[in-house]
């Protein structure tokens, strides 16, 4: 059964940085593409990141590109999301979502998420 | 930057067909996908690749895509279907994917 915990979330002051992790459990982990999707609170979902699944390639949305990484530990299933230089716009449930085997098969597998809340 | 346009609401009775459209330029080479969301839950993918259903996702959900629009119908909706809906694709380069401004569906 596809598992994936997101941890790392909670309250941090504008500017600073914060560090998100997922833990992936009951699949190949190495075999799959890695996103981070985000939701402001009342908002609509929003597309972060993504890694391949051997790490060689990362994209981002334009408004993180520069503040945030993307990375991962095939050794240790799990996938990261560093954040640098906060605002309140990053406030946001952070998901971790595992793209499907094949080519084109969408994010068939979700975590539950992390709160974050940028906030003096 | 690329975007997706859904209606913000829907309506639909018990046992009626609801439908969902979305819009984009690039829906007209790229791939649609649909998101289910229940209030206070993680997202759950209910088709992919415009008309393909997941393992497990009932049958009352199909979807097309025609040109520039997508559509998600669900036929015979039931009260259980009642969630928020973001279609997803991805940007011409296939690298930066995209959802869509959500729909929300009631069923009453």
């Known amino acids: 059964q596809v598992h994936l915990v997101e941890s790392g979330g909670g309250v941090v002051q504008p500017g600073r940085s914060l560090r998100l992790s997922c833990a992936a459990s009951?699949?190949?982990?190495?075999?799959?593409?890695m996103h981070w999707v985000r939701q402001a609170p009342g908002k609509g979902l929003e597309w972060v990141a993504v890694?391949?699944?051997?790490?060689?390639?990362?994209y981002y949305v334009d408004s993180v590109k520069g503040r945030f990484t993307i990375s991962r530990d095939n050794s240790k299933n799990m996938l990261y999301l560093q954040m640098n230089s906060l605002s309140a716009e990053d406030t946001a449930v952070y998901y971790c979502?595992?793209?499907?085997?094949?080519?084109?098969?969408?994010?068939?597998?979700w975590g539950q998420g992390t709160l974050v809340t940028v906030s003096s | 930057s690329y975007e997706l346009t859904q209606p913000p609401s829907v309506s639909v009775s018990p046992g009626q067909t609801a439908r969902i459209t979305c819009s984009g330029d690039?829906?007209?080479?790229?791939?649609a996908y649909w998101y289910q969301q229940k209030s206070g839950q993680a997202p759950v993918l209910v088709i992919h690749?415009?008309?393909k259903r997941p393992s497990g996702i009932p049958e009352r959900f199909s979807g097309s895509s025609s040109g520039t629009m997508a559509t998600l119908t669900i036929s015979g909706a039931q009260v259980q279907d009642e969630a928020d809906y973001y279609c997803?694709?991805?940007?011409?380069?296939?690298?930066?994917?995209?959802f869509g401004t959500g729909t929300k569906v009631t069923v009453l």
């Open positions: 979502a595992r793209e499907g085997l094949w080519p084109d098969s969408g994010l068939d597998s």
């Open positions: 009951g699949f190949t982990f190495s075999s799959h593409g």
């Open positions: 890694i391949w699944f051997d790490g060689t390639n990362k």
């Open positions: 690039a829906l007209s080479k790229k791939y």
């Open positions: 690749e415009d008309s």
């Open positions: 997803s694709s991805t940007d011409s380069s296939g690298n930066h994917r995209v």
